[in-house]
C-alpha cells in the first residue's frame, strides 16, 4: 500500500472521480449493445474505523458491502454494493445509488457524502450499465436488510483486509465459450467478485493504494 498521503483518502477519492479510470474490461464482458442495456447505480460508500479525520488514509478505511438474497434471478447470493436500476425520478446515478442504498440498508442519506462517479461498468449477465459512485460516510448510521428477499445481510469490512495480500486471489468462470478471470477477495470466509471485486481492485490500483499479491491463486466462485 502507499505511504499515507498528506491530502488523505477522501481526497484521493473525489480526485479519482474527477480524472476517471479505464475498467480493462475483459471482452467476454462487453455487451452486445450497450445502447439497449439497463442504467443502474451503485453506492461505494467509505467510511473511518475510527474518528481519523479529514487525512485518513486507506488503512482507517471500511466498505459497505451486502450479501444478496439466494432466490434473486442474477447474482444470487453473490456479496455487492448497495444499488439498482435508475428510476425516472432519479436525477441522474448519484441520486438513484443513494436512494437504493437508503431503500436496502436503512442508513441515514444525511450521513453520506457524494464524491462523484466512475465510468459505467457493464454487467452483461443481467445486460445492465452500471454507475459506480464513490462515497463517504461522514455520519455512519445503524444498517441492516430491509427486505431480505433481496438482501440478507448488511456489514463493513476493512480496506486493510480487503488489500491483505493473503486475501487476494482470482476467480476463472467461463462465459461464452471462453474462460474469464476476475479479482476476488476472501476475507473470513467472505468471496467478493464479480462486479464488486472488479470495481474495488481497479479502484485500489487506479488509487495507488494496491499491494503485490499471487494473482495466479484462484478461488471457485460460489
Known amino acids: 500500500m502507499s505511504s499515507p498521503s498528506l491530502r488523505g483518502a477522501r481526497e484521493e477519492l473525489t480526485d479519482l ?3 476517471g479510470l479505464d475498467w ?6 462487453m455487451l452486445s449493445d450497450p445502447a439497449d442495456a439497463r442504467p443502474a447505480a451503485v453506492l461505494v460508500l467509505f467510511g473511518e474505523l475510527e474518528g481519523t479525520g479529514p487525512l485518513a488514509t486507506a488503512h482507517d478505511l471500511d466498505v459497505l458491502l451486502q450479501r444478496r438474497a439466494a432466490g434473486l434471478g442474477s447474482h444470487a447470493g ?7 436500476r435508475l428510476e425516472p425520478s432519479d436525477h441522474g446515478p448519484q441520486a438513484a445509488a443513494l436512494r437504493e442504498a437508503v431503500e436496502e440498508t436503512g442508513l441515514d442519506p444525511s450521513g453520506v457524502d457524494l464524491l462523484g462517479t466512475l465510468p459505467p461498468l457493464p454487467v452483461p449477465v443481467s445486460n445492465h450499465l452500471v454507475t459506480p459512485v464513490p462515497a463517504w460516510w461522514t455520519r455512519p448510521s445503524r444498517v441492516a436488510a430491509v427486505d431480505h428477499a433481496e438482501t440478507v445481510d448488511v456489514f463493513r469490512v476493512s480496506v486493510t483486509d480487503l488489500l491483505e495480500p493473503k486475501n487476494r486471489a482470482s476467480v476463472e468462470h467461463t462465459r461464452w465459450g471462453r474462460t474469464v478471470r476476475t479479482p476476488a477477495f476472501l476475507v473470513d470466509g467472505v468471496l467478493v467478485w464479480g462486479f464488486t471485486g472488479i470495481v474495488l481492485a481497479r479502484m485500489f490500483d487506479a ?6 499479491y499471487d494473482e495466479n491463486r484462484t478461488v471457485s466462485a460460489r
Not at 480493462?24 to 464482458?29: F, I
Not at 488509487?207 to 503485490?212: C, D
Request: net charge positive; charged share 20%.
Open 78 to 84: 453473490q456479496i455487492a454494493f448497495p444499488g439498482g
Open 24 to 29: 480493462r474490461v475483459d471482452p467476454a464482458r
Open 17 to 19: 472521480c474527477a480524472r
Open 207 to 212: 488509487l495507488g493504494w494496491s499491494v503485490p
